[in-house]
């Protein structure tokens, strides 16, 4: 599935939701290029190095052998195998995948599910209403508001956690799209991650990147870095998407030090993504 149809803007190589992931990680720089991959496939030999070779074949045959002589056999009915059949896996109910409690959000196409301190919403034709309820917050979460007005119109979802946090830092959800048909799912996730462009400050510490098998679309990757920005330790996870053509970006925020208490919930929200129904 394609959504929606709109011309594709591309910036440095990269499209829009890229450069939006890059900015994720801090990584501003004027004069940003996208440089050439840093692997090389090339000739394995190292110079100065004899490698082994081959004993050299004997140039003539030894004599065969004389042939045994040749046993008669009873032909007899070959034995029919017993063919045990391959269970169906049963399809997980969509509901079972919620924990109680938590609520559904709505944007665009596609439906999440986040704990009950999350606040926020659709940024498609709700977008107001979603900037206006986080602005009813206490005013430390103010900068979430500028941020959420500063979003893009591919991403469709934006929350934060109600919950102050000891540590000064907003915990957030994003959810995005990439309006560009996209086929291969690693191919996409390497083109940000894989080789970060020429220039790059303050570059991301990546910890895991590991492909997912995914209850909904064909694939699913997860990746998680640290960041610092301002003085403060962040952690994020993203969580890609491949839905027909389309890449779908989960993503959250949070300070390193609270991030695998909250872990366990982010695996959660991303199982309950799909395409609503």
């Known amino acids: 599935m394609q959504y929606p149809s709109q011309p594709v803007r591309r910036y440095f190589g990269l499209t829009l939701i890229q450069l939006v992931i890059l900015a994720c990680m801090g990584l501003f720089s004027i004069g940003l290029v996208v440089g050439m991959g840093w692997f090389v496939l090339g000739d394995s030999v190292q110079p100065g190095v004899e490698l082994p070779t081959l004993a050299q074949l004997p140039t003539s045959m030894p004599p065969a052998a004389p042939e045994a002589p040749t046993a008669t056999l009873e032909e007899t ?7 045990t059949p391959t269970a169906t896996e049963t399809p997980i109910p969509y509901r079972s995948l919620i924990p109680a409690g938590w609520n559904q959000f709505l944007g665009g196409a596609v ?3 986040l704990p009950p301190s999350f606040v926020g919403g659709d940024m498609t034709v709700h977008r107001t209403q979603t900037l206006a309820a986080l602005d009813d917050l206490d005013p430390f979460f103010s900068a979430a508001v500028d941020f959420g007005r500063n979003l893009p119109p591919e991403c469709v979802l934006f929350a934060v956690d109600s919950q102050r946090s000891p540590l000064l830092v907003i915990t957030d959800m994003r959810l995005c799209f990439d309006p560009e048909p996209v086929s291969d799912l690693a ?6 991650f894989g080789d970060l462009p020429a220039g790059t400050t303050n570059p991301p510490l990546i910890t895991e990147s590991t492909a997912l098998t995914p209850l909904w679309g064909e694939a699913a990757h997860r990746v998680l870095f640290e960041i610092e920005s301002d003085g403060l330790q962040l952690k994020k996870a993203m969580y890609f998407v491949l839905d027909g053509d389309t890449v779908w970006v ?3 925020t949070t300070h390193i030090n609270e991030f695998y208490d909250r872990r366990p919930a982010f695996e ?3 199982q ?6």
């Open 272 to 277: 309950t993504f799909r395409i609503a129904p």
């Open 250 to 252: 989960i993503m959250f």
């Open 268 to 270: 959660q929200v991303f």
């Open 111 to 113: 439906e999440i599910w």
């Open 77 to 83: 009915e070959p034995p029919v195998p017993t063919i």
């Open 187 to 192: 191919d996409y996730v390497y083109a940000i």
